[in-house]
């Protein structure tokens, strides 16, 4: 059988004894990475955007890096974990969509021979834990028995220990999001094994952060996977939802929303007050853990990442949730702290999805595997070297037709109709401008959209008719990025 140390190094990559920063003569830091689910960037308290309580989160991103115009590349959980795993593209690491199943068919998940940045950190000797939610196994026969595998789409699956990436502590779950009485499996836990909590995930599974870092002797990574606030909003500790209750929810988002007595204006001012509830509650917790970092002497050696998946339309632009390129869905909270180490402030720089899992092994002194495509910032957060954070982002959305009454696209020439390409969008985003392709392989059809994100930030206008120097020059562009990666996408452009 073939060691984790034998299996990085027949990657290409080689390890420093111990645990030494590479080159710069200290000590590599110890990382924690906290990240609840469908947590848009609106819902950060210094964005100014919703009305949301977060004092913690707003002090930390003043004592560290913030990056507002962070984005997923693929705003949905299962794609966006690949990504921040292993930095790796969806069709490489095999995670092209959500990791669930059907009756008749198994579900993609993350390559158990990819290497992830926790698999070089093992290698490294760090001890590993995973709190929260995986999300990247594909449910198999006989299911498990949880109530979000018994409709004909199953979701939640156990993580054997041969897929754990270098996690050697791990008490966690698929996917599951009964909030208020969370499931999960224990490190050494067989599929059956798995048990019921009856506190609210994020406290919960604070709690396990807290105790780990306790106890662990170091160097460490701990990651904790908050599921809230996704999905099942009401199920959130009702002292969080004290600010918010009663309140007349367009008061609580900034925001183009449905009128009331629509289907999604009803959505948006039903599920708003407890969606920020469950933002609240998150604070609080992070709180909690950055507090234990300070109790344990800790607060100085380690980079503490603080993001999210995707965001939540809510509402917005008709849609009640995520996998669309408005930014309700693709703008994402991004912060990262170093203390002494990460100039603080707030950061306007493009940066997305790919560049996390390289940007966390620069900081920490590490090799990077060559299939992380994003960018190592590590650099620039050190203020070792300038880098220019200007180039427009990708959106990738791999699956699903779209509908006209979701995203209504401008129609443009189509290239070519490749046999077997299916339905998909690809984009590019801007700060102030971003256009999307999409197309229908049925119908044989691109459309495009383009948005003025600085003249109409809540995207209400599509301006890829009146505009189409604009969509010609995006065009071209994303057909060479998508060249350079090999996305087959680039040949109906």
């Known amino acids: 059988m073939m060691t984790r140390r034998a299996f990085l190094a027949a990657c290409g990559l080689t390890f420093c004894a111990g645990c030494v920063g590479v080159g710069r ?40 890096r913030a990056f507002t115009q962070a984005v997923s590349n693929y705003p949905v959980c299962s794609p966006f974990r690949a990504i921040l795993m292993s930095g790796a593209l969806p069709w490489v690491s095999g995670v092209t969509g959500n990791c669930v199943s059907t009756e008749r068919r198994v579900g993609p998940e993350l390559r158990a021979d990819l290497a992830c940045w926790s698999d070089v950190l093992a290698a490294a000797g760090y001890d590993l834990c995973y709190i929260g939610k995986w999300h990247l196994d594909a449910p198999r026969r006989p299911w498990v028995p949880t109530s979000n595998n018994n409709g004909p789409q199953k979701w939640n699956e156990w993580c054997p220990p041969s897929r754990r990436h270098g996690f050697n502590r791990w008490y966690a779950y698929g996917t599951y999001d009964r909030h208020l009485r969370p499931m999960y499996w224990e490190t050494d836990a067989p599929r059956d094994g798995f048990r019921y909590v009856d506190q609210w995930g994020p406290e919960h599974e604070a709690d396990k952060a807290i105790a780990f870092l306790r106890e662990t002797k170091g160097p460490f990574a701990l990651v904790v996977s908050m599921n809230p606030p996704h999905t099942g909003y009401e199920l959130v500790p009702k002292r969080y939802l004290r600010r918010y209750a009663g309140r007349d929810a367009t008061t609580l988002a900034k925001g183009d929303y449905p009128p009331a007595g629509t289907p999604m204006g009803k959505h948006f001012r039903w599920a708003m007050p407890y969606y920020l509830a469950a933002v609240e509650g998150v604070d609080e917790q992070f709180g909690r853990i950055l507090d234990a970092l300070e109790e344990t002497g800790h607060a100085e050696d380690t980079v503490v990442l603080f993001c999210s998946d995707h965001g939540c339309c809510l509402g917005a632009h008709g849609l009640p949730t995520k996998n669309n390129p408005y930014e309700e869905s693709m703008r994402i909270p991004c912060l990262v ?14 940066v997305d999805a790919f560049d996390l899992a390289p940007t966390l092994l620069g900081l920490l002194g590490q090799p990077i595997p060559g299939h992380m495509v994003g960018r190592n910032l ?22 699903g037709r779209n509908r006209d009454d979701e995203f209504p696209t401008e129609p443009v020439p189509l290239a070519a109709a490749p046999e077997g390409l299916p339905d998909g969008k690809r984009g590019l985003r801007s700060a102030k401008r971003k256009c999307v392709f999409v197309y229908d392989a049925q119908a044989k059809r691109l459309g495009a959209v383009l948005f003025d994100l600085d003249a109409d930030p809540c995207e209400t206008r599509n301006l890829a008719a009146e505009r189409p120097d604009q969509v010609a020059e995006a065009r071209a562009a994303l057909k060479a990025r998508l060249r350079a990666i090999g996305d087959p996408f680039a040949e109906v452009l």
């Open 337 to 350: 702290r170093w203390k002494g180490h990460i100039a603080p402030g707030r950061d306007a720089g493009l």
């Open 25 to 64: 003569g200290r000590p590599a830091p110890n990382l924690v990475v906290v990240f609840p689910d469908q947590m848009r960037a609106h819902a950060l308290g210094f964005m100014g955007l919703d009305a949301a309580h977060t004092p913690r989160l707003d002090a930390f991103a003043a004592e560290g």
């Open 378 to 399: 590590a650099p620039y957060l050190l203020g070792e070297a300038p880098a220019d954070l200007s180039e427009p982002r990708l959106y990738l959305h791999l699956w």
